[in-house]
């Protein structure tokens, strides 16, 4: 199940951002066996393009995310994207 974790988070194009719970209704399961795959083992993948349902990101890696973000041009304010302009799919 990590696998098709990883496929769907590899498939968000840079500067797009998706939800635990949009990656997982395209695998099939919730949103925190996606958060847990990621925090495993989603090094090889663009994790950092996964945020929570209200646009924040998990607080222990809130800093590092928010700079990856901000690298692709994501739109953040407050600590927080706005889903609606970038939100994938």
Do not use: F, H, K
Not at 30 to 48: C, D, F, H
């Amino acid at each position: 199940m990590d696998e098709a974790v990883y496929d769907v988070v590899e498939r968000i194009p840079p500067g797009r951002v998706s939800t635990y719970g949009a990656v997982g209704r395209l695998v099939g399961v919730g949103p925190r066996r996606v958060a847990r795959a990621l925090s495993t083992g989603g090094g090889a993948v663009p994790w950092y393009r996964v945020l929570r349902a209200d646009g924040t990101c998990a607080e222990p890696v809130r800093v590092r995310q928010l700079e990856l973000l901000a690298g692709e041009g994501v739109p953040v304010r407050d600590g927080r994207v706005d889903l609606a302009a970038v939100g994938w799919p």
